[in-house]
């Protein structure tokens, strides 16, 4: 999968994928991240790429000319399947919204900074709008990289244990059980003794149990109509 963002600060995004998971999956070749300066397609030689916003008010606004030729510029040697731009009043994302995410091939992000971007780009460019949460970050990058790591490490082969995306909290609209490794007794504190027991139908019985009592109390509204 190959994921492009366009950004005015693409350093924000070299951590976050340089290490574990996301460093391995592009190790494999299973993702392709491609970082882009906005300000290499600035209009003067100063490196404009905002400006003051019509009406009045503070806050400066990504202008549509630097960006639309950005985009322009990549789309002439890739077709994108969603053009995305990481805002606060975008749709939240999810865990369905990564799982659908992953299976596109080829993904632009555009991460706003500032008061966000012309409003005109959104309406003839941006095919999806996504939050990550409803608090305001000072720029999209590290929204972006939260929507792709979620989405990285849900590509076929990133993870060594293939099932182990599948239990994740959200998968199936139940949080995690709890989890416990060695020793057994840590302080006088008990590992579940049906952990230790061998048995895999009761493990996965007492697995779903908690899950569905975990997401009961902290989160009903997963729940539904059950
Ligand atoms: N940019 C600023 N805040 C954001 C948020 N909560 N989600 C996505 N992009 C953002």
Redesign the pocket.
């Given at each position: 999968m190959h994921i492009h963002i366009i950004s005015v600060a693409p350093e924000l995004l070299d951590s976050p994928f340089a290490h574990s998971i996301m460093k391995r999956a592009k190790e494999k070749g299973l993702l392709h991240i491609h970082t882009h300066n906005l300000r290499d397609w600035a209009i003067n030689k100063h490196g404009q790429i905002d400006d003051y916003q019509y009406g009045g008010g503070a806050g400066m606004v990504i202008m549509c000319e630097p960006l639309v030729n950005a985009i322009e510029a990549l789309q002439k040697d890739h077709q994108f399947d969603e053009i995305i731009y990481?805002?606060?009043d975008?749709d939240t994302f999810n865990q369905q919204a990564a799982n659908q995410l992953s299976l596109k091939g080829n993904i632009l992000i555009i991460c706003?900074h500032y008061k966000g971007i012309d409003q005109r780009i959104r309406d003839h460019y941006i095919t999806k709008e996504?939050?990550?949460?409803d608090?305001?970050?000072s720029?999209?990058e590290l929204?972006a990289a939260v929507v792709v790591d979620a989405i990285g490490r849900l590509l076929p082969g990133v993870l060594n244990d293939e099932t182990s995306a599948l239990t994740d909290s959200f998968q199936d609209n139940l949080l995690a059980p709890p989890v416990y490794t060695r020793p057994a007794d840590f302080k006088g504190w008990q590992v579940p003794e049906i952990l230790l027991q061998g048995d895999p139908k009761k493990v996965a019985d007492w697995r779903f149990e908690q899950s569905f009592e975990r997401t009961k109390t902290r989160r009903p509204d997963l729940l539904g109509d059950i």
């Open positions: 990481m805002t606060p975008g706003g996504i939050s990550i949460g608090y305001v970050l720029g999209g929204a």
